[in-house]
T-cell receptor
């Protein structure tokens, strides 16, 4: 079983629409969850962090965490062409003494004008 | 905004040669990390470093790899005898300790593209 799973996409959304990305993880004791955006050939850029169940909003982005179901999601409202990128879900598990992040394979998002 | 800086941006090396990748973490950060990403694959953890010692390493981080903080600002990754399969983007990251390291996000540098010929 993969530790962190994401649908690879591409997820194609029209400009102005909501993009919904999902991520599931296997380590039930995971504590911290992060969404990174990665443009092609570039480094991961932190968008959101979430640590407790529920929703967390930051501008056009909302992260949602459900530890009982072991999933975390990201909503991008009013999607813009500049949001076209790969979105990486990263999880820090309870066993990670050195705070390592385990990444999913990423979901590629295409926002069409 | 403070950022993690990495040099060089691109390194081309012959197989079997040693290579050193350099990183300057964000100045008030205490935890340092190396990750790698083979083209088209996921980002993989290599090693974490705190208080001048390795706190965790992955199976990838074998005896050919080493890390060092030679002074108060630099953090380096050395690959002793490079293999073709070491070709990848290598990312350095750092995080604060304030409030507990578990909850501190890791900030990534722009990466070094390592090409082994």
């Amino acid at each position: 079983q993969k530790e962190v799973e994401q649908n690879s996409g591409p997820l194609s959304v029209p400009e102005g629409a909501i993009a919904s990305l999902n991520c599931t993880y296997s380590d039930r004791g995971s504590q911290s969850f992060f969404w990174y955006r990665q443009y092609s050939g570039k480094s991961p850029e932190l968008i959101m962090s979430i640590y407790s169940n529920g929703d967390k909003e930051d501008g056009r982005f909302t992260a949602q965490l459900n530890k009982a179901s072991q999933y975390v999601s990201l909503l991008i409202r009013d999607s813009q062409p500049s949001d076209s990128a790969t979105y990486l879900c990263a999880v820090k598990g309870i066993k990670a003494a050195g705070n390592k992040l385990t990444f999913g394979g990423g979901t590629r998002v295409l926002v069409k004008p | 905004e403070p950022e993690v800086t990495q040099t060089p941006s691109h390194q081309v090396t012959q197989m079997g040669q040693e290579v050193i990748l350099r990183c300057v973490p964000i100045s008030n950060h205490l935890y340092f990390y190396w990750y790698r990403q083979i083209l088209g694959q996921k980002v993989e953890f290599l090693v974490s470093f705190y208080n001048n010692e390795i706190s965790e390493k992955s199976e990838i981080f074998d005896d050919q790899f080493s890390v060092e903080r030679p002074d108060g600002s630099n953090f380096t990754l050395k690959i002793r005898s490079t293999k073709l399969e070491d070709s990848a983007m290598y990312f350095c990251a750092s995080s604060e300790n304030f409030g507990g390291p578990s909850n501190q996000p890791q900030h990534f540098g722009d990466g070094t593209r390592l090409s082994i010929l």
